[in-house]
């Protein structure tokens, strides 16, 4: 995958239109579908919504999430390496495994955050400078329960009219999650000063943190 420069990059988001700006002056519902065990243990959700070092960071800051880890999904094992998948003909897709405790969010409270915050639903096979089918909205669900709460979302969002172009993210089976490089995990954290990090995900923190501080541990 290449990243673009800190100019290309600001030339490109600036370009793609104003559908996530114009959803980020809404208030988004909480999602009327939700989870509703509450003792089952720890709990995984898998999520792709572009370059994974912005999606890991902004669910790595929520409180109740223990782990999140960057990673492929959509492809299969022989073909999960960032190499690989940079060149878009693997089916993966940069994805973000989530391991979070269902007593102190929900499922439906990652939705939210998801759709929100971490990416652009609206934008099909990229994600602000990034190109490519690797780079596409989905959600990959584990089991029926989070098909359903992930498909009764999608349509309350249609429904409230929230973005101004339709949400294309993609709601799928998890057939595998493979992790990334060690060198992508944390790499927010790991690199503020990066350009790309500077432009495109540190705002992503930011707008999480003044939309809701109460689901932020830190």
């Given at each position: 995958?290449?990243?673009?420069?800190?100019?290309?990059?600001?030339?490109?988001?600036?370009?793609?239109?104003?559908?996530?700006?114009?959803?980020?002056?809404?208030?988004?519902?909480?999602?009327?579908?939700?989870?509703?065990?509450?003792?089952?243990?720890?709990?995984?959700?898998?999520?792709?919504?572009?370059?994974?070092w912005g999606v890991e960071a902004v669910f790595d800051?929520?409180?109740?999430?223990?782990?999140?880890?960057?990673?492929?999904?959509?492809?299969?094992?022989?073909?999960?390496?960032?190499?690989?998948?940079?060149?878009?003909?693997?089916?993966?897709?940069?994805?973000?495994?989530?391991?979070?405790?269902?007593?102190?969010?929900?499922?439906?409270?990652?939705?939210?955050?998801?759709?929100?915050?971490?990416?652009?639903?609206?934008?099909?096979?990229?994600?602000?400078?990034?190109e490519g089918t690797q780079y596409r909205s989905a959600?990959?669900?584990?089991?029926?329960?989070?098909?359903?709460?992930?498909?009764?979302?999608?349509?309350?969002?249609?429904?409230?009219?929230?973005?101004?172009?339709?949400?294309?993210?993609?709601?799928?089976?998890?057939?595998?999650?493979?992790?990334a490089e060690a060198y992508h995990q944390k790499f927010?954290?790991?690199?503020?000063?990066?350009?790309?990090?500077?432009?495109?995900?540190?705002?992503?923190?930011?707008?999480?943190?003044?939309?809701?501080?109460?689901?932020?541990?830190?």
């Amino acid at each position: 995958m290449k990243r673009l420069s800190f100019v290309a990059a600001i030339a490109a988001i600036a370009a793609i239109g104003p559908s996530l700006l114009s959803a980020k002056s809404k208030i988004f519902p909480d999602a009327a579908v939700d989870s509703t065990a509450q003792n089952a243990g720890p709990q995984t959700a898998v999520f792709a919504g572009g370059c994974f070092w912005g999606v890991e960071a902004v669910f790595d800051h929520l409180k109740g999430v223990t782990d999140a880890v960057s990673g492929f999904s959509g492809g299969n094992a022989k073909t999960a390496h960032y190499d690989m998948v940079s060149n878009g003909n693997t089916g993966h897709a940069e994805s973000v495994k989530v391991t979070y405790d269902p007593t102190q969010i929900t499922y439906g409270q990652l939705l939210k955050v998801f759709f929100s915050v971490a990416h652009d639903p609206t934008e099909l096979n990229r994600q602000g400078p990034d190109e490519g089918t690797q780079y596409r909205s989905a959600i990959f669900y584990a089991n029926d329960e989070q098909k359903r709460i992930a498909e009764a979302y999608i349509q309350q969002l249609n429904e409230a009219k929230i973005f101004k172009r339709p949400i294309v993210t993609q709601v799928v089976a998890l057939n595998g999650f493979y992790p990334a490089e060690a060198y992508h995990q944390k790499f927010v954290e790991r690199n503020p000063m990066n350009p790309y990090v500077a432009y495109n995900d540190l705002p992503k923190l930011s707008q999480l943190k003044k939309s809701y501080p109460q689901l932020c541990r830190r």
